[in-house]
């Protein structure tokens, strides 16, 4: 194997450790802001849960008053 070649070889390595290692980082950062929309969306749920039980009133299941 030429020095030129294993020259070049070692250069695309250390190019594709660099890319993974900035795909890593991407990912976490992703993560963690799919962590928080997820935090923030169930607080949302809850709260939609809570106002909705507060509003709707219970109502009986009766026949109308037209049967």
């Given at each position: 194997m030429s020095?030129?070649?294993?020259?070049?070889?070692?250069i695309h390595a250390a190019e594709q450790d660099k890319t993974i290692e900035e795909?890593?980082?991407?990912?976490?950062?992703?993560?963690?802001?799919?962590?928080?929309?997820?935090k923030k969306l169930d607080a949302l749920t809850n709260r939609f849960l809570a106002l909705e039980e507060q509003t709707a009133p219970d109502v009986p299941v009766t026949k109308p008053p037209h049967w």
């Open positions: 020095e030129e070649r294993l020259t070049t070889l070692e795909l890593s980082g991407q990912i976490a950062e992703q993560w963690k802001t799919i962590e928080r929309l997820q």
